[in-house]
């Protein structure tokens, strides 16, 4: 195949890429976004393939098949598991790209300009620190390794030193990249980084931390475009390393919290309650009753959260909403920046059970509805919905812009018991006088609600 044709194949994937982007902005056209991303992916592979410099396909069947082994089982974890499956995607991705960088440089080392040494290292450097650390990542949201934050005195200067003596090596090598002695330290120091970098950081962090790891993986893909003169690579790698950024700027908004707070803030360690002593109590109501004062209402604002999702109780809620609407109660959902535990994971599982988009409301137009709405139903959403962040300085939500539940008339809340959510810490919401306590698992006390308006109907 000629390169010219190649790289019209690799110009049409490039805008395959970057409509991709576009259309999985918003919900309506996000499927579209999957499938054309899927075939800027396959026109990719199908020009890279078609390469005149191939000169043996056997590894590359190797590799695709092996690829797929892992692939395929990895498409099946469930929505609750996108974190930790994107996390080792990074690696994956990460390590690709750390590999290529480190075959290339001890295939070329003598006759490399110093561009191409330092587009080298930086692959090599975010490739295997973005490799252990998403490894990481992976260990303490699949709840492998211990998820609250480890840390110790010194530690952010320990890292530094060891983040320091990795760059100044790679500066030593692009000053002379043919002391090859040097570079496995680079590579050292880069994967010890990866690991000692994400200890610190709390399992509550990690989303956020996972979305700047795909920016620090898309870099290194970017950089390995400039090393093998690919401009797919780097248009591409640039793609990835900006929306993940961009990603985590908007995480990191969404909980009033800064990159520098979330990467050095141990946030999530255990706090002391500052409830002990005092007694709270909170009052639990049956599903009758909640069928009841549900069927009561002119309004009811859902509020969904991450218990919802790992009860998996969507089509459950869309069937609650469907019963109450029947009876002339508007229903409507309020869906939180950070509800769950990837943006946009709300709107993806109720998109699934088939709720009608308009019936969505983003955080600013609930929040303005509350103060009329006769029921908030709170199911498996907790920090988000929590008082506190609005008026306890000492809180660690304090400031994270939530969805102002405790205005409405009345609020019920589905969860299985008091414990508390992602952040660690109590919810005063449950014991304000307006609370309504549902006990249960998310999907057993929805249908069980669906089943009593059924009854009494
Ligand atoms: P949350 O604060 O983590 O609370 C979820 C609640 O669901 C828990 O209190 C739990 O209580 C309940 N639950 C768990 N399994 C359940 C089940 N099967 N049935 C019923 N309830 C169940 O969740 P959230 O309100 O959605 O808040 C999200 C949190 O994640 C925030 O702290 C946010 O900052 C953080 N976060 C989100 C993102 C993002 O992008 N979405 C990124 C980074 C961090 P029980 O155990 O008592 O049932």
Redesign the pocket.
């Known amino acids: 195949m000629t390169n010219s044709f190649i790289e019209a194949v690799y110009l049409a994937a490039a805008a395959a890429f970057i409509l991709a982007l576009k259309w999985l902005s918003s919900v309506q056209t996000a499927r579209r976004g999957v499938l054309i991303g899927a075939l800027g992916m396959a026109l990719a592979i199908g020009g890279t393939l078609a390469s005149p410099e191939i000169v043996s396909y056997q590894w590359i069947g190797f590799a695709f098949v092996l690829g797929s082994v892992i692939g395929v089982p990895m498409a099946m974890m469930p929505m609750t598991a996108v ?1 930790q499956r994107t996390a080792l995607s990074h690696a994956f991705g990460a390590l690709a790209a750390a590999l290529v960088g480190t075959a290339e440089y001890y295939l070329r080392s003598h006759e490399l300009t110093r561009f191409t040494m330092a587009a080298l290292a930086l692959e090599v450097l975010l490739g295997f620190l973005t490799f252990t650390a998403s490894l990481m990542a992976f260990g303490k949201l699949q709840e492998i390794l211990p998820t609250r934050p480890i840390t110790y005195r010194g530690q952010n200067v320990v890292n530094l030193a060891i983040f320091a003596a990795a760059f100044a090596v790679a500066v030593l090598l692009v000053l002379d990249p043919a002391r090859s002695a040097l570079f496995p330290a680079m590579a050292a120091l880069a994967l010890v980084f990866g690991v000692l970098f994400i200890i610190p950081i709390g399992g ?5 931390v996972i ?1 700047l790891l795909n920016s620090y993986a898309g870099l290194a893909a970017a950089a390995m475009g400039f090393v093998l003169n690919n401009k797919l690579l780097i248009i591409a790698g640039s793609l990835d390393g900006s929306s993940g950024l961009i990603l985590s700027v ?2 990191c908004r ?2 009033n ?1 800064s990159f520098r707070n979330v990467l050095f803030g141990a946030f999530g360690q255990v706090q002391p309650t500052a409830a002990a002593g005092e007694q709270k109590t909170a009052r639990s109501a049956s599903p009758e009753e909640a069928a009841g004062i549900l069927e009561a209402a002119s309004s009811v604002m859902i ?9 998996q ?1 969507q089509h459950k809620v869309r069937e609650l909403a469907d019963a109450l609407t029947k009876r002339g109660v508007e229903v409507r959902y309020a869906i ?11 709107n993806v599982l109720l998109a699934e059970a088939d709720v009608p988009y308009d019936k969505l409301l983003e955080m600013e137009d609930a929040n303005s509805e509350m103060g009329q709405v006769d029921v908030a139903l ?9 008082p506190a962040a609005r008026h306890d300085k000492g809180s660690p ?1 304090y400031g ?1 812009p939530i969805l102002d539940v405790d205005k409405a008339r009345t609020v019920m809340v ?10 660690g810490i109590e ?1 005063e919401l449950f014991y304000l006088d307006k609370t309504l306590m549902l ?7 929805v249908t069980g609600l669906v089943k009593e308006l059924a009854a009494g109907h």
């Not at 769950?340 to 994971?345: A, I, L, Q, V």
């Open positions: 974190p509550a962090d990690m989303p956020t979305s908007i995480m969404a909980m919290r509020v969904p959260g991450y218990g919802m999702a790992v009860a109780a939180h920046p950070v509800a769950g535990r990837m943006p946009g994971h709300m709170v199911i498996g959403a907790n920090d988000v919905t929590n939500v994270m589905i969860k299985r018991g008091m414990s508390p959510g992602f952040a919810n006990f249960g698992d998310a999907k057993a006390f």
